[in-house]
């Protein structure tokens, strides 16, 4: 355990004693993520490329003797509790709160067939930059799923719980999300991305390079994908439309089809489609970029995943263009994208090793001069998925 993340647990469980009134019996972590390739495909059944990144939602648990599952967030200074036989879905109405994610994580593990859970006290803090598009709300669930799991003495493969974390998200918090955030968060493996296949719920290890890194730029431009009207849920409507119209999963649809049926639905939905389409089918380029050592050409897949995100899909914004602009003007930078669900966050770029320091100096400088405003940038590594920590 790293000095840094071992002050952040020391630092957890002293507000754990805090605020449950006894010692933690375990604390797990869930990671946040990065999306390589593939956006917006996770819907469609199609292909997508995250990792999981070193930024995590931390859990410190204790089992009650009731069915209380108390709640406490040390970052929004807030606790809130729930009895686990009274859990009842908010209206789509409500305005979303944090402690939503974690009943509904509840809510979700108690359909699962044999799982019994019991009476907890949880405590939480997190470092996923909140509506950034690093996937804070999945690395919440998944902690909060492999800590209830852990308190009750129950286990299930890391696929399921990435599904019912899902399943929370989309029928509990009102979410309209796909799988790959969940999937990523609960089954990342150190050092590489996962080449998902949303259909099949199967990944292959696609390695990243020693020598390469993962920088990520916040445009500090937030994002909203919670909610019916939520710019994220309209354009997965209109993805949704460019199926219907198919008949089909759009990864089973090509370029040609789509086209030659581009009359019978929407403009929006025909470029949404395209979108699809082309980056589900990058992610198998870029897993044989990677294979190849081809790491100029991995870069390119990815500055052209952008290119097809902000035109077909429209779901980037002037900010994140700019970073995208700034990264591949640097030396050393061989691919830049946003990533996420659009709309603001983060941009991802991939750099040569040596070059990653110098690049996120130049980036803060650069964007702080052009917009004013102080990004934040990290060069990440890649990380595994969910567990529980060993404590010293």
């Known amino acids: 355990m790293g000095a840094v993340l071992s002050g952040r647990v020391e630092g957890l469980l002293q507000r754990h004693r805090a605020a449950a009134g006894v010692e933690a019996a375990a604390v797990y972590q869930a990671p946040g993520r990065v999306n390589l390739l593939g956006e917006h495909t996770d819907y469609s059944g199609g292909f997508c490329m995250p990792a999981a990144i070193s930024f995590n939602t931390l859990v410190a648990a204790s089992p009650r003797t009731d069915s209380l ?23 789509a109405e409500a305005k979303t709160r944090w402690n939503f994610y974690c009943e509904g994580v509840a809510w979700s593990l108690a359909q699962e067939p044999g799982i019994a859970l019991r009476g907890a006290d949880l405590t939480i803090t997190g470092n ?26 129950q286990t299930l493969p890391k696929v399921r719980v990435a599904l019912d974390c899902q399943r929370a998200e989309n029928g509990y918090v009102h979410g309209s999300c796909g799988i790959m955030d969940q999937y990523i968060s609960a089954c990342g493996v150190r050092g590489n991305a996962l080449a998902i296949d949303t259909r099949a719920l199967t990944a292959e290890l696609a390695p990243i390079p020693e020598g ?43 370029l040609e089809e789509l086209t030659d ?132």
């Open 128 to 153: 996923v930059p909140l509506g950034a598009g690093l996937s804070s709300s999945a690395s919440v669930e998944v902690a909060t799923a492999t800590a209830l799991l852990g308190i009750a003495g």
């Open 261 to 392: 049926a581009r009359g019978s639905m929407s403009h929006e939905a025909f470029l949404r489609g395209r979108h699809v389409i082309t980056d589900s089918a990058r992610v198998g380029l870029g897993v044989a970029c990677l294979r190849a050592g081809d790491s100029a050409g991995f870069g390119r897949l990815m500055t052209e995943a952008h290119a097809s995100f902000r035109d077909d899909f429209e779901a980037s914004c002037e900010e994140c263009d700019l970073l995208v602009r700034l990264a591949l003007a640097m030396d050393g930078c061989l691919g830049s994208r946003l990533t996420g669900g659009g709309f603001g966050g983060c941009t991802v770029s991939l750099l040569e090793a040596e070059a990653a320091e110098g690049f996120a100096a130049a980036m803060k400088r650069e964007y702080k001069a052009a917009t004013g405003v102080v990004a934040q940038v990290f060069v990440c590594e890649i990380a595994d998925g969910a567990g529980q920590i060993t404590l010293p």
């Open 69 to 91: 599952l108390r709640m406490h967030s040390v970052d929004f200074g807030e606790s809130a509790e729930v009895d686990l036989r009274d859990l009842k879905v908010p209206s």
């Open 212 to 254: 390469l890194r993962l920088v990520v730029c916040n445009s500090m431009v937030t994002h909203k994908v919670a909610g019916a009207e939520s710019p994220y849920a309209v354009v997965r409507r209109e993805v949704e439309q460019a199926a219907r119209v198919m008949g089909r999963q759009l990864r089973d649809v090509s």
